[in-house]
Structure formats: structure tokens, C-alpha cells
């Protein structure tokens, strides 16, 4: 199960990420998870939203650069090992993950886990046969 997650191209201003929320909260989009990775000029904004294709078409209409990307998000018990049980499962198959962000989720002893991989098909796969959750977007923070 692969989730559309928008990354967008922000400048590394002061009020720049607020201007962003701004555009997002005035076409009514509900932000599921986020993360920023920045550099001295600008950063990377990582959204999985509850309506993709109005949201990048505000973030287009703003003037910003931003793609649809594909990744997978699953949840796990919120106990320690629980991460690193899965990572190594991934690695055993020699499947590199790109990144990784965690989303606060509203139900206790859950975390869910957004990952970026190179080989989607087989990372859904292992996680699936051994055993972990796999969620949709709709489903994160819930």
C-alpha cells in the first residue's frame, strides 16, 4: 500500500514554512504528517494530506515546486525493539531506506512510521509476511 506524500521546495526565509501553512489552511487541507530537512538555503517539506491533488494544486498556484512522491507507512507497538525489528527485516532484504519520519499518532502504545525506500514492492512485501501493519494515509494520527 503506497501513500502520496507531496515534497515541496522551500526557501529558507523566516516566515516562509507560516506562508506555506497559510496556503494549506485557506484551501482546507488537513495535514496527516510532516516533516522539514533543511540546508542554508532551502529546505525539503514532506507532506502526506488529506486531499493530495488539491494541495499541490494551492502549492502550484502559490508558485512552488513540489512533486508527488510514493511511500509506505505502517504502525508499530510503541515498545522499545519495535523499530528496530522492522529495520531489520528491511535490511536483511538489502533494501536501502532514503529517509524515515515518525508521525505522532492519537492512539496510545502506537507510533507510525513513514518510510521512503528504492524497492517499494518488496519492502511492502517483507513488512507484510512479517507481520506489520501497513496504513494508509487517511489512517495516520488516528
Not at 516566515?15 to 496556503?23: H, I, P, Q, S, T
Request: charged share 25%; with cysteine.
Amino acid at each position: 500500500m503506497l501513500i502520496d506524500q507531496i515534497s515541496v521546495f522551500v526557501e529558507n526565509k523566516t516566515g516562509r514554512l507560516a506562508e506555506l501553512m497559510e496556503v494549506l489552511n485557506k484551501n482546507g487541507i488537513d495535514i496527516r504528517a510532516m516533516t522539514i530537512a533543511d540546508t542554508a538555503d532551502f529546505g525539503i517539506l514532506r507532506l502526506i494530506v488529506d486531499d493530495t491533488e488539491k494541495a499541490l494544486k494551492a502549492l502550484h498556484d502559490d508558485g512552488c515546486t513540489a512533486a508527488i512522491t510514493k511511500v509506505i507507512a505502517f504502525t508499530i507497538p510503541d515498545v522499545s525493539g519495535a523499530l528496530y525489528n522492522v529495520m531489520g527485516k528491511i535490511n536483511e532484504c538489502n533494501i536501502n531506506v532514503e529517509y524515515m519520519y515518525s508521525v505522532m499518532g492519537k492512539t496510545a502504545g502506537r507510533a507510525d512510521i513513514v518510510i521512503r525506500v528504492e524497492d517499494t514492492d518488496t519492502a511492502i512485501k517483507v513488512l507484510t509476511e512479517n507481520g506489520v501493519q501497513l496504513i494508509c494515509g487517511k489512517d495516520l494520527c488516528r
